[in-house]
Nanobody, 120 residues
Framework: QVQLVESGGGLVQPGGSLRLSCAASGRTFRSYAMGWFRQAPGKEREFVASIRWNGANIRYRESVKGRFTVSTDNAKNTVYLQMNSLKPEDTAVYYC?????????????WGQGTQVTVSS
């Protein structure tokens, strides 16, 4: 079992920044891949970024490259998503996800989600 708890969402103006955190716990989470998905109202859930706990295998969806940065803090068992230059189209519920191999919509472990709203 892996438990994931997100935090850090909120309301921000276009061009602003937010940092999401995902605190992980459980027996074997350290060997798992970690990532972030998001789901906007009326849209399907989509991949945002992923990383392994050693910082390797970093991937981003094309629309966030250069603006978002995913990272890990092994001492705090936490994964971060630093989001800069936010746009209204980034508005969504952001979910932390964990998987033994590679994160996907079929991954077993999900957090409860945190709302990010980008609006003036």
């Amino acid at each position: 079992q892996v438990q994931l708890v997100e935090s850090g969402g909120g309301l921000v103006q276009p061009g602003g920044s937010l940092r999401l955190s995902c605190a992980a716990s459980g027996r074997t989470f350290r060997s798992y891949a970690m990532g972030w998905f998001r789901q906007a109202p009326g849209k399907e859930r989509e991949f945002v970024a992923s990383i392994r706990w050693n910082g390797a295998n970093i991937r981003y969806r094309e629309s966030v490259k250069g603006r978002f940065t995913v990272s890990t803090d092994n001492a705090k068992n936490t994964v971060y998503l630093q989001m800069n230059s936010l746009k209204p189209e980034d508005t969504a519920v952001y979910y932390c996800v964990s998987d033994p191999t590679m994160v996907s919509l079929r991954s077993l472990y999900w957090g409860q989600g945190t709302q990010v709203t980008v609006s003036s």
